[in-house]
């Protein structure tokens, strides 16, 4: 993955989007249910035969390797521009 994307901003705006809200409006800071550091880590790994879940107030979430975010089902495809770089 680019050094340029980083997973946990990107996923702090679709919780916001989904909730309608400002990002730093949001009522839960993402390391109350899921080490960030971690998810860090894993989203930079050259390999993206992976997805993790996990549940935040109200909504299921699930990271993809191929920087797919899924909210309750809806799809979040990683930034255009992310993907022409990781091809």
Not at 40 to 68: C, K, M, N, Y
Request: charged residues 25%; glycine residues 4%.
């Amino acid at each position: 993955m680019s050094s340029r994307y980083t997973i946990l901003p990107r996923l702090v705006e679709i919780l916001a989007e989904t909730e309608g809200c400002a990002p730093h409006e949001l009522d839960y800071s993402l390391q109350e249910y899921i080490e960030t550091d971690a998810l860090v880590t894993l989203a930079a790994a050259d390999h993206t035969d992976w997805q993790l879940t996990f549940q935040v107030p109200d909504h299921t979430v699930e990271i993809r390797g191929s920087g797919e975010i899924l909210v309750d089902d809806t799809r979040y495809e990683q930034p255009e521009e992310v993907k022409n770089q990781t091809s």
